[in-house]
């Protein structure tokens, strides 16, 4: 018998086996399927799957980015702006990962799209651009919420922009220049305050000692002499001249 027969199925067996080789990196699972239905998850490493038979879907464990595209929004003020961001996950359950969705990162990067537009939508312009850890972090719980039954771990939620039209930009900046006029006028009605309490409180000290308001009429006196350019007359306060008077009325 020719040894050609023999060869012919070693050599058939042979190329099965190296073809149903299959080499996974650390990060990655081989989600296998015999005939159709799920049989497991394989690797890292060495794995066989047998040609025709089983066939094998590669996962990446490995966090993936992802870009949400613009958005348009209108917050609760009526405010239109654009906004965009990028999300950060991982496949914690290959199995689900392919079984329950058609395709994870597009189910995933939808789904993140819609639930920026509802959350921000939620929230007025001064909150958007003031609190936006709290906004990242409400959009990441929504997303990995939603995302669990998937087999998919939404890690971290980051807005980059939110871009306003020229014309709500003049219109922030006209409000800003009015909020610190409006800062300027009480900080200078609080000092006029703070002064007329502190005037009171002087003059009344003054009121108490009748000597201490003649001290200080003379000083007035004295720094407004230093001035030669304009002459000035005071009245003299009978509070100086009356002990003088006294003593020529006692001494006649």
Known sequence: MPIEIYLFPVILLGGLFVASIRILREYVRGVIFTLGRFTGVKGPGFIIVIPGIQNMVRVDLRVQVMDVPSQDVISRDNVSVKVNAVVYFRVIDPERAIIQVEDYRMATSQLAQTTLRSVLGQHELDEMLAEREKLNNDVRQILDNQTDAWGIKVANVEIKHVDLDESMIRAIARQAEAERARRAKVIHAEGEQQ??????????????????????????????????????VFPLPMDLIEPLLGKRRDAE
Do not use: H, N, Y
Not at 202 to 207: Q, V
């Open 195 to 232: 002064a007329a309490e502190k005037l009171m409180l002087a003059a009344r000290k003054l009121a108490e000692q009748p000597q201490a308001m003649q001290l200080r009429f003379l000083e007035t006196l004295t720094e407004v002499a230093g001035d030669r350019a304009s002459t000035i």
